[in-house]
Each structure stands twice: as C-alpha cells, then as structure tokens.
C-alpha cells in the first residue's frame, strides 16, 4: 500500500487539519471532528447535520456551508462517528429551530446517529432524523439491513439545505429529504476496490476483466461479479437496475459520481452513456453533477443517481450553495 | 475464584490484549464481507474501554463494565460500539453494586449482555452476527452455573460455546449488518463481529481459570 | 487496464459528448474538438485560449467560463491539439481585442500553437502567446526543451482571465500571465503510473517502496526515484526544490493538486503539511486550492504548486469565475 | 526506377503500413523516455496522410508530399506532428512540378526535410531525436547519388544510415523534446522519433528497390 499520508492512524487528523486550513468558511473542532460553519449556526434555522466514515470526501465535510449542512462528523475511515461527536455537530448546528439529523442506512451509523439524538433530547435539542436508502442494488426486505445510503445523500444535502436556508421549519425540511431520499436511486460499478489505510490492502480483489456489480461506498463486495464490458454496457447495466426499481422518466436531476480514482475523462464519457440511455427511455437529464462527490478512497469506478425533479425540487436544487465542493449561485 | 472488580478489569484487559493481537484477522474477516474495519474498531473500543476504567477507578465489577461499555460507546463508531458499548452497560448495571459477583449472577449478566444487543440490533439467532456467538456462550454459561459449577468451569463453557457458535456462522447467509448486503455471497464465511465476541469470552474463561 | 471507456479511440469524443451535456455554459463543437463559452466571446474583451493534450481534465475545457478561457482545444490523450482546431478555438475566443494563447511548455505544444498561430495572423486575429513552464523540477538549460508548464498554468489562466474580464488589453494580459508563471514553481510526485488507454499499461513500473521524483503531467518518468516517505516528507522534499528555486515567503497561493486516482482525504492531509512547512519557513498561505486541478488520467500522487502573491495577483485570483471546476463570487 | 507520384504515393502507403504493424513497439519506446503515444500519433499522422493524398489526388510526386504532409500538421498533434509535417511539405516543395524526380532530386529532398526539422525544433545532431536517424540517412542517400548510383541503391543506404543513427540515439542523453526532462535517465533508450525515421526510409528503400 502506497499513500499520501503520514500514518494510517493520523489520515483523519491530518486530513482535517488540512480542510481547516484550506477553507476559511469552515470552523473544525480537531479535538471533537467536527465540520461546521465559521459563522456559526444560523438563529432561527434549522440545522442540517450529517456524517459517517471517512473516506467518502468531499462528502460530508466539503458539503459544510450556507445553503447545505450546518455540520458534519467524521468518524475513523469507513466507520461510522461516535455518539459524542455527533451530539457536538449538532449543538454547532442548532439555531434554535431544532436539527435534522441525515443519516445513511448503514448499522453502525443508525445506531451511533440514535444515541446521539437521545443525548441531544436531553440537552432540549429537537432533532429529527432522516435515514437515506438510495441504494437499488441491495434488496429492501427484512433479508438485509436494508438499502444502503449512498450517492442520493448528496441530493438530500443540498435541496434539504436549500429549504432550511428559505426558513422552512424542522418537520417540513425533514419532509423534503425524505421525498428526496424516495425519489433518488443509485447504483455502482467498481473496477479496483480502495485501500483502507488500516487494512493496506484492498478490499476486494478483481481480476483484469473482472468487475464489481452493484457496490457501496466503503470498498465492500457488491452482489455479484461480472464480466467487463464497455462504458456503455456498464451504464446501460446501471440504468437498467434503477429503472426496474423506479422508472427513470420525465425531467431528473443525474449525477455521475467517481469513486475516487477513477479520472474525470472517464467520468465525462459514463455520463454520456447515461445521458443517451435516458433519453433513449425519453426521460430529461434536466440537471446533472460529474465528479468526485461521494468516493471510496481510491476506488476505481462510478456510481450514478438519478433522482426525479420537479418545480419545487428544481427551485431548491438551484439555489444558491457555497460549499467548498459544492458551489453556485453566490 | 470470584468476579470482582479487579477480576473484570483483568478481564477488560486481556480481551484487549487478545483483540489486539488478532486486529489483522478481525480486519480481514470483515474485509471478505464487510468494510475491512472490525480489527481497527474493536482495538480502539477496548483501548478506550481500559482508559475510561483507569479514569474512574471503579470499585464493583459492575461499575468496571459500565465504565467499560461507555469508553466502547464513546470511541468506536461502527455498529460494533453502540452493540457491544451497550451489552457491557447492560452487563455492569446487571451486577448491581456487589463488590463480588457469583457465577450465576455473572450468568446474568451476560444475558442481559445479549438482550441489550438484540434489542438495539434487532438481530436474531441465525442472522450471522455477533448474537450467535453469544447466545451459545450464554446458555453454555448458565447451564453450567445452574448446576453450581464454578466461574471457571461456566466461563469456559461459555468460551466453547462461543467458538462453535462462531463456526456456524459460516454456513448462514448474513441478514443484518454490512454483510447482508451480500446476499447469497455472505455464505462461506465467519463473521467477525462472532469472531470478536468468541476472542472476548475466552479472555474471561482465562482471566477466571 | 480497465477503464470505464467504450475504447482507446472513442475516449476524448465520449468526454467531449458528457461535457456538452454536462455543462449547459458550454459550447463544444465536436467536430473540430473545441470547447467554448455558449454564449460565444465577449465583444471588445481579449480572448484567452488555452489547449493541450487531453487526460489532465478538469484543464483546460473545465476552465473555459466567465473570468477564465474563452475557449479550450483538447487533443488526443497526452498529445498536443493540432494548428486547424487551435485556430478554430482561437476564432471562438476572439472578440474583436485579439487573443491570447496560454501555451505549455512542450515542444508538441508549442509547435502547433505558433502554427496555428501563424494561421490566425492570416486571418488577421492578433495572438500573444504565453509559454507557461512552472516546473522546478526540471532545469532550465540549453541541456533540455526547458521547464514544463504544469500547476502553474491554472493560476495563469484563472487571473490572466480575470484581468480579460476587467478589460485589460491584450498586451496587459499577456504580461500578467508571464508574471505569473514568473512567481510561479511546481514540483510533482507520483506513486502509480497512470495508464494512456491507447498504451494499455501504466507510463512506469514502480515498486511498493518506490515513488518518482519531479514527475511532469504525461505519466513520464520523473528524475529520478526514491523510496517512498511519509507524506510529510514527501511534501517537504517538494516545497525544498521548490524554494531552492524561487524562494517561498510572504503570502503565497498554494495549490496542492491530485494526478488524478489520489483520494481527497490524502490531498487534505498533503495541504496540511505544505501549510506547516510554509510557516516554518515564515511564509504564509493566503489563497489555495486542495484538489484535481491538472491531473495526468488515473495516476496516484500530487503536485504541489506555489506563487507569490501581490495586491494585484489577490484581487484577481478573488474576482469572480464561473467554470465548470473554478467557482465563486457569481 | 523513377520517383514519379505512385512512387511517392507507394512510399507513404508502405510507410504507414511499417508504422502501424510496429506501433506497439513505437508507443513502448516513448513510454520509456516520453509520454507514450509516438505509436499511435504515427498511425494517425500517416493515415491522414493517405487521406489527404486519396482525396487531392496529386499528379507529381512534389505534390504527393505536400499533401503528405499537410495531412500529417492537420492530424497528428504533439511534436512530432508539426515536425514530419513541415519535413514532408518541405520535401514536396524541393521537388517542384516535376513528373519524375532523379536520384539526386530525391536527395535534395530529403536534405530540404531534415533542415525543416532542424529549423523548426532546434535539435542538432546529438541531442537524441528524429534529426540523428535522419542526418546519417540524408548523407548516405546523397553520397550514392553524388555517385551516379541509382535511386534503389540510395535509398537502401539512406535506410541503413537511419538505422545505425538510431542505434547511435541509445548512448545519448536527450537535450530536446519531452526525454530531455529526464535528463541522465534518458540515456540507454532509442528515440522514439529516430525510430520512426527509420521505418519510413526502409519503407522507402523498399519501395523503389
Ligand atoms: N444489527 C446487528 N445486530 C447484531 N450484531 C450486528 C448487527 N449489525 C452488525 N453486527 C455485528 O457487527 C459486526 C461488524 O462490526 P464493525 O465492522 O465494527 O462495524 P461496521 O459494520 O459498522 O463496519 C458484524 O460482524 C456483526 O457481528
Ligand atoms: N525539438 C525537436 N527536434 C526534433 N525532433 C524532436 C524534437 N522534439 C521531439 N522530437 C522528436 O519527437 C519524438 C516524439 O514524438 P511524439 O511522441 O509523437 O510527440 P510528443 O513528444 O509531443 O509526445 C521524439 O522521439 C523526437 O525524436
Ligand atoms: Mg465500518
Ligand atoms: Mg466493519
Ligand atoms: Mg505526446
Ligand atoms: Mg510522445
């Protein structure tokens, strides 16, 4: 395992030391691992909070700025933050109009992101908790832990964020991301599994014509192996899951995510495909994202969300955001 | 030998010891069907479960395991921290303020152990977690126990029971925890949250031997 | 090699059809390969056009947008555009107050932009070019083609187009954009080769313990290689050549930039380090950027990039851009 | 045989043939030392080139060049695009509108080639590129020539002298072009462009032979 750090150990402290420094419109309690806004929490606003292992960056720290979340808590790589901490992210995030709470399906963050709630119950902080579940590769039933959170997290940030920013109260922004979680499904394909500094070696192992179908964001094994075929049968493959699960039509908002060591030229060309399967099934790429916004490590692959729009998710998906890695509009 | 404070946090101790030594295994385990972090979270919950022992300085075992189950719950994440911060909790508020505990009273304690980690987890016998490692350990436990053997002799029932409860693991498809997003593909392997919990009840056979 | 491409040869004209579609400010004309800003270029203001080899996006066709290029001319993966697509981005780009060409530093590149050029002067389209060669890596002698332009390129485009954007003349941007490729140094190092699709393997074979020194952004082998070192070490090796060359201190812009397949988490903590070793050096960090700035397809490691910064060069690094991958201020 | 416009257009035909059939090989020797894609820009270059020639369908061999030529400036990219472009436009030029080119005609050419290169990229003999294959082949060519030796007799002296140029390239350090950044490391490799070089003169040596 080769990386740019200084030791396994010190990859999240280093790391946040350096947003720190990067970006002046974020307040990081080092000690705590907590993103917040420098400002402050917004009087009168609800706060957002979300978080959960590292190793997805920008997510959720780089999405720590007006118009998205009021804070964020990074826990160890892959591993969900622990109750304290997020209590912290949430009193860094109160403004008097209670907190909502965005967590992705993964146990160990349901289960840290609860306890967290119930000691911000007894410090009379309203939080109210939205769990996403984008994930239309694993099945939904009482089989598994349920559907994972995943690239979707990123729209619930952002048009949940919007809200809060217009003034709308607790119940109503965890209404939207709730509807925004139903209206979102991702799916994933990896080519090379990422590097947990602490295990050093990947988390899966391909052969060269091997790929990963159907993967999380934390270097895990998907539901099965395929064959690897070109980008266009790879998104076709993709699209065809999430339409099966919830018929892509009408105008939607797509993102084409990489998973960290995957090039943007690549990128680029997946959200081609996907661009042309859409319309091919006469749906609208109305808005879209290419990047790296919700990664694993060095993992290489993509992973695409296509959520449906409509006048009010677009008004909010346009507003004005200023995040390090999320930004418009100001 | 009794179960008293000192007992448990030798206890504490060893399991952190045994949990570190084997961190590469725990991590690979969780690697083939999780996220390749269950070796660095339970080092870093016992770790943190021995600091807040040492702060405290508690002087009943049950108080050595609340001290315990609060360091796991405040330094892991994962959902290894809130299950097993929560069973050792449960497991200390269980022993009351006996400054020694009987096998049979420790019995219980690691039922309410086990209850604590269903409740909150949800999961079953037979859902591929760490519940089939304990739910073994404890029947293994008790029956000796009830038949008033020793600490010793249930201790290393319940470390038996663990083990085998640990391999049967293998053969079960996962359906709670990371790993049941696998499906079918979960078959084949031990899980190491089972894997964990087998490490930590042999500390406590050999801790009491 | 896996790659999410349909194949070697389709690879830039599928990125090319994801940024059409991906970026509605953009125009991009997919037959002479040109990438332009939709509304075409702004009348009475100098042009900026910038190209080169493709694989090091989000440079330069993520840079065209207000305050920064007019228009972008990719070629094929690491090698220079040819004369007839630079003239036809150079016609895009001209408004009437002529053109400037923001050229790196190779001998590919620099012969076919003075071709075409010479092909703009036949048009009467007035170009200024700028060869950017920030690179203190390598010696600047009659013993070599001279230093390359890597990092620097994107400071020299970002504030060379904002001074464009203000009105300033042709000949006024041209020397801003040598001024700052002046106080400009970079140095880069790699830990896995990236993989040229057409190549099908990775430019360099490294070991577990081995890293290049003073790589450039083609995936060439650097100058030489070393063991592989915490990343403080790393990072101080680079800062050290780079101050040997030019003197780090006062306020500096710093970019540290991933080659492409290196995780955010890393580059945060690789910033962190080049802040500390900045200030030990009685420097300090004023503007940066963390990020994959100018990357070299799927490689793993960074460049660190370093200029001084002067009341002129921070009130037009401030001044507002809108890019698809440079934001702020609108 | 005489140099007429099939000739010409013989020599390109079978040079892009030569490169495509070792593009592989072309493509390595410029990972070693450059960026990796001398094969693959003279495949395209020289493809282009046939294009150009197909679709202007010059009648002297002069004009079969500059097409040649200008194909490869439109297509190509990189350096050596700008360089084998200007080379063969130059050549084309040097030999006018005649119908059919000498023995010595032909070698003015090729010298008008290499002095555009030289021009345009500044390289000298010695700095490790496409000028040291080219300069050996240009001499030996003329020197047959001089002699009243026939074109077949030339060309297979100039394809020699590119390829013991070539040879010669492996010892040199690079002080032109991408391998100059490497500065020592650059040493042991052949040039890239000198190899190319060499293909098209054999290509040509076979051509007319
Ligand atoms: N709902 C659950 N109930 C009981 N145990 C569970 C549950 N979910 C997961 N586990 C246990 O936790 C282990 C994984 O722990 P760990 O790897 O530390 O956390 P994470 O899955 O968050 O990465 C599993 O092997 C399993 O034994
Ligand atoms: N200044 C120069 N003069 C002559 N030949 C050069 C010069 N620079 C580069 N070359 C030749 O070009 C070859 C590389 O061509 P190519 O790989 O196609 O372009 P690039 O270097 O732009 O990737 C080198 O091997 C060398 O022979
Ligand atoms: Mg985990
Ligand atoms: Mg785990
Ligand atoms: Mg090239
Ligand atoms: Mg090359």
Do not use: C
């Not at chain 2, 219980?108 to 409740?119: F, G, P, Q, R, S």
């Not at chain 2, 519940?131 to 404890?138: F, K, Q």
């Not at chain 2, 085998?164 to 709670?176: D, E």
């Amino acid at each position: 395992m080769k990386k740019l750090i200084n030791s396994p150990d010190s990859v999240i402290a280093d790391a946040l030391r350096g947003m720190a420094a990067a970006h002046p419109s974020l307040a990081v309690d080092l000690e705590n691992r907590v993103i917040s806004r420098a400002g402050g929490a917004t009087q009168g606003r609800v706060g957002l909070v979300s978080g959960g292992g590292s190793g997805h960056e920008p997510l959720h720290g780089g999405y720590v700025g007006y118009g998205m979340l009021s804070a964020a808590a990074p826990g160890e790589v892959y591993t969900s933050p622990v109750p304290d901490q997020i209590l912290a992210a949430t009193k860094a995030a109160d403004g008097g109009a209670g907190v909502l709470h965005i967590v992705k399906n993964y146990t160990g963050d349901v289960l840290n992101f609860r306890m967290a709630a119930e000691l911000a119950d007894d410090e009379d902080v309203r939080v109210v908790s939205v769990v996403t579940n984008d994930d239309a590769a694993v099945e939904d039933s009482t089989y598994t832990a349920g559907r994972r959170g995943v690239g979707g997290t990123v729209f619930v940030e952002k048009i949940a964020g919007a809200a809060a920013e217009e003034g709308a109260d607790l119940d109503t922004v965890a209404g939207i991301a709730s509807h925004v979680n139903e209206v979102t499904r991702s799916f994933a394909i990896a080519l090379h599994a990422g590097t947990v500094p602490a295990a050093g070696k990947p988390g899966f192992d391909l052969a060269d014509d091997e790929v990963e179908l159907g993967v999380g964001i934390h270097g895990e094994p998907g539901r099965e192996r395929g064959k690897m075929a070109p980008i266009h049968d790879l998104v076709g493959y993709s699209l065809d899951v999430i339409h099966a699960d919830r018929p892509v039509s009408g105008d939607v908002l797509v993102m084409v995510n990489g998973q960290g060591g995957s090039p943007l030229i690549e990128l680029y060309g997946a959200f081609a495909e996907a661009v042309a399967w859409i319309e091919g099934h006469g749906g609208r790429v109305a808005r879209s994202l290419v990047g790296n916004y919700i990664t694993s490590l060095d993992q290489q692959g993509f992973s695409i969300s296509v959520m449906s729009l409509d006048d009010d998710l677009l008004r909010l998906w346009d507003a004005p955001v200023e995040t390090p890695a999320l930004r418009w509009g100001r | 030998m009794a179960f008293d404070a000192q007992t448990a946090t030798a206890w504490i101790t060893a399991a952190e010891a045994a949990v570190k030594a084997d961190e590469a295994r725990l991590t690979s385990l969780d690697a083939a069907i999780g996220d390749g972090d269950h070796g660095a979270n339970m080092a870093r919950g016992l770790a943190a479960a021995l600091t807040n022992i040492a702060e405290r300085a508690p002087s009943t075992p049950g108080d050595v395991l609340v001290a315990a189950g609060r360091g796991i719950v405040a330094k892991t994440g994962g959902a290894s921290g809130p299950l097993y911060g929560s069973a050792f909790r449960r497991a200390g508020k269980a022993l009351g303020d006996t400054a020694s505990a009987s096998a049979e009273e420790v019995g219980a304690a690691l039922e309410a152990a086990l209850t604590a980690i269903k409740e909150l987890g949800g999961a079953n016998e037979g859902d591929k977690t760490m519940v089939d490692a304990l739910t073994p350990a404890v029947a293994a436990f008790q029956a000796v126990a009830a038949d008033g053997g020793p600490l010793a002799a249930a201790a290393a029932a319940a470390a038996d029971g663990a083990e085998q409860g640990l391999a049967a693991t293998v053969p079960m498809q996962a359906r709670k925890g990371r790993a049941s997003y696998l499906g079918p593909r979960s078959v084949g392997h031990e899980d190491p949250g089972a894997a964990s919990t087998a490490l930590i009840l042999r500390a406590l056979a050999e801790v009491v031997q």
